[in-house]
């Protein structure tokens, strides 16, 4: 282990290193992982804790959908399968746009601002940077409010069927644009979705008409509450037609209003969540 | 790589180390991973190998169910998922509570004893020990008997459907309580089943009166056969209401008698299984 | 870490270890992992990569199939979980014979041949070389040609349902035998398939007479066009009656022909891939 570091920012810090790949990180409590630092963007030392891959459209809270329910959509079970706030592990750093990836760095790392690169599924690593179609930034520090982390700001906001109604949002981060901007994201989630959100933010933690509960809304902040159009992950129970990590992404698939429908490079593509 | 040790308690012996907390270990072949070691209790030497995490008291055998089966409840598939005897893994130490949780030194490790934490759902590593709503441990060397760990043991009284009837149950080995006692331990699994069990005991693979078998029964010896109500994992099938991890612990939320329902402490508590 | 090496090949050749068992390797983005080197058998330099494990006969692309679908049987998604092609990981390296295993290995290698070994289901890695039921291995370096290993080959070849017909199959490679020879593969197979194979081959993606795709014929070369008999993964879609990891080679356990089926031995032993 060439480096005994909490976190990018500290290998950047500590150490100087600027080039971006794995390195080893430790949690609080002495494990060891594997994750990707940027060491680039932005001044660098952001580290990669997440990936959200949605392995088949078609699955509706089924295997594979860790960041919502793999248990079916189901009422009784309003967190699904609770990984926004617990300390659940899965996938490797390289495999992060293959299939959902969370590692300790998510729970442990005591960090201010976040950055997401929407990845196209599939490309390995050394291109994840030029290959992205989305890639911005926070830089208030707002991390700092909620815990310094996801893990603890959606314990402040669980990501729950049936928390709360359309007005009970988290918080609306603005961001800055690393690739694309408030245009593209636009064109991003499809063309009928002009009144239904303001591009240029990170929104966390919001519910549509029907209670269910989304954890990103991923470059936007909802003005009306048909979120699930282009908010991501989710608690156990939405709609029928609905469950899922993009829970309403692929509305024209099910033979209705294709306008509704997000891009499919979005739909396509993997979430990546790093700190700093 | 500080240490290259088979087991917490070779660490223990072999270069004094007395803290609580992760280390690295290495299986007979050489494979490393890494674990948490409980260096204190009754001498300390204690080696996390398992746990036992129910995500789902509502799912029947279902994504998750490692410790019973993944493939519904199905009487052609009498072993289940069968990891009580085989090589698989899955999870991480820092995750033992958010997820089941299975590593190498499970299967490899020579034993003499085992120690049982009950943790609540979700709780860090570091608050295990004193977060635990039960602690006991064995010390007559009964694994000595059944080739030095679990995966043996269940060689030998295998967890799989219609293998005998309820008399046919492996050990019942007495403990001695680090947190806890005979009172708490009955009062844990609720209030009904007093005759059911004698508390101050671990008891392996306990068949019921529909055949189906459990792994551990923790902290009692089952006198009835109606072990689905306090003994936990199982074969791959069992009567309809009940497969799972605690096969039966949830009977009043199905609209039955409320009296045959472990407490609500227990069902939301993972099991931590230690070997020294 | 003793070695910084990309494969098990270049340890053998860049610093003469000779000795069967678990090495650390490196993908070229450096990111570690532990796998089997067998560095013995033709010269060794084998690093396994894969190994295809069937967890439940009964199962029909259920949980567990990652090398087929665990989304069930579903022509909306004909690659399935499409592990033969991304960069998805699972599993560890001693647990190759008791769940699947995919290491990094699989997508990272730059390898001329492949070695198969069918293992016995859960035999303890120090016992697999000489529990195998058939080892065997190429030798014209024909990997060369499809990319390097089977994440490229499996690019060109793609493991889809309704990609092409029955005469679309992939390469047909001759094997070496290192236990076993065509007799005893036509036998593992059962006794009804004179005429649809000739062993003596490996062939990659296999096309049957409803359209979908089997990813390795082990052992053999199809003649004939009911390959779900023998051939192993697939992609998402099947007959309903066949999907999953050996389409149907439990024929006769569905009630019908006992010929058809494969031997007991073949459906039990896991499947493990190596490069060189």
Same mark, same amino acid.
């Given at each position: 282990?060439k /480096?005994?570091?909490?976190?990018?920012?500290?290998?950047?810090?500590?150490?100087?290193e600027?080039?971006?790949?794995i390195?080893?990180?430790?949690?609080?409590?002495?494990?060891?992982?594997?994750t990707?630092?940027?060491?680039n963007t932005?001044?660098?030392? &952001?580290?990669?804790v997440?990936?959200?891959?949605?392995?088949?459209?078609?699955?509706?809270?089924?295997?594979g =959908?860790? &960041?919502?329910?793999q248990?079916?959509?189901?009422?009784? !079970?309003?967190? *699904?399968?609770?990984?926004w706030?617990?300390?659940? +592990? #899965?996938? !490797?750093?390289?495999?992060a746009?293959?299939?959902?990836?969370?590692?300790?760095?998510?729970?442990?790392?005591a960090?201010k601002?976040?950055?997401?690169? $929407?990845?196209?599924?599939n490309?390995?690593m050394? $291109?994840?940077? @030029?290959?992205?179609? @989305?890639?911005?930034? +926070?830089?208030?520090? #707002?991390?700092?409010l909620?815990?310094?982390?996801?893990?603890?700001?959606?314990?402040?906001?669980?990501?729950?069927?049936?928390?709360?109604?359309?007005?009970?949002?988290?918080?609306?981060?603005?961001i800055?644009?690393? $690739?694309?901007n408030?245009?593209?994201?636009?064109?991003l /989630?499809?063309?009928?979705k002009?009144?239904?959100?303001d591009?240029? #933010?990170?929104?966390?933690?919001?519910?549509?008409?029907? @209670?269910?509960?989304?954890?990103? %809304?991923?470059g936007?902040?909802?003005?009306? %509450?048909?979120?699930?159009?282009?908010?991501?992950?989710?608690?156990?129970? #939405? $709609?029928? =037609?609905?469950? *899922?990590?993009?829970?309403?992404?692929?509305?024209?698939?099910?033979g209705?209003?294709?306008?509704?429908?997000?891009?499919k490079?979005?739909?396509?593509?993997?979430? !990546? @969540?790093?700190?700093?």
């Amino acid at each position: 282990f060439k /480096y005994i570091a909490w976190s990018c920012k500290e290998i950047l810090d500590n150490h100087g290193e600027r080039e971006d790949g794995i390195y080893y990180l430790t949690t609080a409590n002495g494990m060891k992982y594997q994750t990707f630092c940027d060491m680039n963007t932005a001044g660098g030392g &952001w580290t990669l804790v997440a990936s959200v891959h949605e392995n088949s459209i078609y699955g509706r809270c089924t295997v594979g =959908d860790r &960041w919502s329910s793999q248990q079916g959509n189901n009422p009784n !079970l309003p967190d *699904g399968d609770g990984n926004w706030s617990n300390r659940n +592990t #899965f996938g !490797l750093v390289e495999s992060a746009t293959s299939d959902d990836y969370k590692n300790p760095g998510y729970y442990d790392i005591a960090a201010k601002d976040v950055s997401v690169w $929407h990845v196209p599924n599939n490309f390995p690593m050394e $291109h994840w940077n @030029l290959a992205a179609i @989305l890639r911005y930034h +926070t830089e208030n520090n #707002f991390l700092r409010l909620y815990g310094g982390n996801l893990f603890n700001l959606f314990k402040q906001f669980p990501v729950r069927y049936n928390i709360g109604s359309c007005s009970n949002r988290g918080p609306a981060i603005p961001i800055v644009y690393d $690739h694309g901007n408030r245009e593209s994201t636009r064109n991003l /989630y499809g063309p009928k979705k002009k009144d239904e959100f303001d591009p240029g #933010f990170i929104t966390f933690r919001a519910i549509n008409n029907e @209670l269910g509960a989304m954890a990103i %809304c991923s470059g936007v902040k909802p003005r009306g %509450c048909n979120s699930e159009h282009y908010c991501i992950g989710g608690g156990g129970y #939405f $709609h029928p =037609d609905q469950c *899922g990590y993009f829970p309403s992404f692929d509305w024209d698939r099910l033979g209705r209003d294709q306008g509704w429908s997000a891009s499919k490079e979005m739909t396509e593509s993997a979430v !990546l @969540l790093f700190y700093r």
